[in-house]
């Protein structure tokens, strides 16, 4: 067993990523993440392992240090909190269409705009659809404890060089302010400059040699045929992700009359109110998205269509309920329930709703 | 064995910090535990508040609106959590600077003057870990040994040589919690 320590989960983000052998951190802080920033700059990586952190100037600065160290094979990241990533929206794209491998985290606060700098889930549109322009998708990870900060840092970035496109892990200020135990996994080496070249040399800038052509990273196409071509190729990529890595958590749903989907810290939430539920004989299940893209669409249809209704529990204005409602396809009635601009709801409020909008 | 608990005051009384004492010591203890905080843009002289969860089960939802005990530091948050207590539950409050004090008749009161106990020890910085000690004797959830594993993890290394001070402090809190109203 690992080192067990009462962290939180903006805290485990750093370590773990130190843990697992990053060889950069490019950020900017912004409440309810800066915790991340300070960690590291308390635990000074640089002297141990040798990675880099670097506060940068800006949001669109770290995301395009980012861009800089994918496109030398390297393991690198950021975090930020809302406004920040959308300032990091064009470096996505730019990332995505040049098939770098990153991992961002976005520790989710209230919008729109600057909004408030408490908890919310309203980033999933802009986290499963990309963020950005173009065609492209970000693989998106949604932890609901501390543990998963730390487990899902290192999932991100298998996935990232699996697919060599970014991957983001969207959280939120529960989740990234809130202390938990967690289990620490033992320091990984960083990757050596020959491992790098063996493995990535193929795309990567890690010095051109004599024996091969030099690797031009870029998302400039000028041709609409070729960038055609391109982008059937990123798509089959997609599809290989779609079969590969959805991932889900299945909560007592065998048994279930009523089905509520949610993520993150909702999805915590949810487990009491199905706890208050089924004291008083209401047989409520939960399926938690783990991968919010791909989104496990075939397990909710499989699921809900034995029910007789779904509610979406989740802390915006209904955004996972439309992804929800085309798995379902009009099997069952799919209702949302949320709250919104940083106010979250208690278990209580969520059985209250399920009981109006779904139980009747 | 669940216990969920909201510790709310001013900013720079040490909420924040005794809730952390209180969860580390729980999961040394072997149990599952969460403290969330308000956060926000007050600092000292604001409000602050967290929930933590101690239980033998993994924590499902880290935000209550109920509680088991609610230790309240100041007016305000006496105003605003006397009504999430559940029937039967804990009001812990210090009586410095309140004025209008709890009402229901549904939950168990106790009063703890920890400002005052801690001004004649000539310390002030110990009042949470004195209110800290008067909610272990109410909520005898962990043992002495784990909480002073547990202090001893939330401080800093330049802070423990008040380690002594505070484990007074804890053992004092719990001789002067005085239950004033029994749930009825």
């Known amino acids: ?360 | 064995m669940k216990q969920e608990l909201i510790i709310a005051g001013f900013g720079g009384q040490g909420v924040l910090s005794t809730g952390k004492i209180l969860a580390y010591s729980g999961m040394l203890q072997g149990y599952e535990v969460s403290w969330l905080p308000s956060y926000g843009p007050e600092m000292r002289g604001g409000t602050a508040n967290v929930t933590v969860v101690v239980s033998d089960q993994p924590v499902s939802s880290p935000i209550v609106q109920m509680c088991d005990t609610i230790i309240v530091l100041n007016q305000q948050s006496l105003d605003k959590f006397e009504q999430n207590v559940r029937p039967g539950g804990n009001l812990i409050y210090d009586t410095n600077g309140i004025t209008h004090h709890p009402t229901r008749k549904d939950i168990n009161i106790y009063t703890i003057n920890a400002t005052e106990e801690c001004a004649k020890m000539g310390n002030a910085r110990l009042f949470n870990t004195m209110i800290l000690g008067g909610y272990l004797k109410v909520c005898p959830i962990v043992d002495m040994e784990y909480v002073k594993v547990g202090l001893k993890k939330s401080l800093p290394e330049r802070a423990w040589k008040t380690l002594p001070a505070n484990e007074q402090a804890i053992v004092h809190g719990g001789e002067i919690i005085t239950l004033v109203h029994k749930a009825e």
């Not at chain 1, 030398?72 to 930020?80: A, F, N, P, Q, R």
């Not at chain 1, 065609?135 to 298998?158: C, G, N, R, T, W």
């Not at chain 1, 909710?300 to 529990?313: D, M, N, Q």
């Open chain 1, 1 to 360: 067993m690992g080192e067990v320590k009462l962290m939180k989960g903006n805290e485990v983000i750093a370590e773990a990523a130190i843990r697992c052998g990053a060889d950069g951190y490019f950020g900017y802080p912004i409440t309810p993440q800066s915790e991340v920033m300070e960690t590291l700059m308390e635990r000074k990586p640089w002297e141990t392992t040798g990675m880099v952190v670097v506060q940068a100037e800006s949001e669109v600065s770290s995301i395009n240090m980012v861009y800089g160290g994918a496109a030398c094979g390297k393991k690198v990241m950021t975090s930020s909190s809302s406004p920040g990533i959308s300032l990091m929206c064009e470096g996505l794209t730019y990332l995505a269409g040049a098939e770098l491998p990153c991992v961002v985290v976005n520790v989710t606060r209230g919008g729109p705009g600057l909004g408030t700098i408490q908890p919310a889930q309203s980033d999933y549109f802009q986290a499963v659809k990309g963020g950005g322009h173009g065609d492209y998708k970000v693989i998106v990870l949604a932890p609901a404890s501390v543990q998963e900060m730390h487990d899902f840092v290192f999932d991100a970035f298998d996935l990232a060089f699996k697919y060599r496109n970014p991957v983001m892990i969207l959280s939120d200020g529960v989740i990234g302010q809130m202390m938990e135990k967690v289990e620490l996994a033992e320091q990984r080496p960083r990757w050596t400059d020959e491992e790098i070249v063996k493995m990535h040399s193929s795309w990567a800038c890690t010095g051109k040699t004599a024996d091969r052509e030099g690797n031009i990273v870029t998302s400039l196409e000028l041709d609409p045929y070729a960038q055609e071509q391109f982008n059937y190729k990123i798509f089959e990529k997609y599809a290989r992700c779609e079969q590969e890595d959805v991932r889900f958590e299945e909560y007592m749903c065998d048994d279930a009359d009523y089905l509520i989907v949610a993520f993150g810290s909702s999805a915590r939430i949810c487990k009491a109110t199905i706890a208050q539920a089924r004291a008083e004989g209401y047989k409520v299940g939960l399926i938690r998205p783990i991968t919010l893209w791909p989104f496990p669409s075939k397990k909710i249809a499989e699921v809900a269509k034995r029910t007789k209704g779904v509610l979406v529990a989740e802390l915006n204005m209904g955004q996972m309920v439309d992804d929800v409602r085309l798995a379902v396809n009009g099997a069952v009635p799919v209702e949302h329930y949320g709250r919104t601009g940083g106010a979250v709801y208690t278990p209580d409020q969520v059985y209250e709703a399920l009981k109006n909008k779904i139980i009747k």
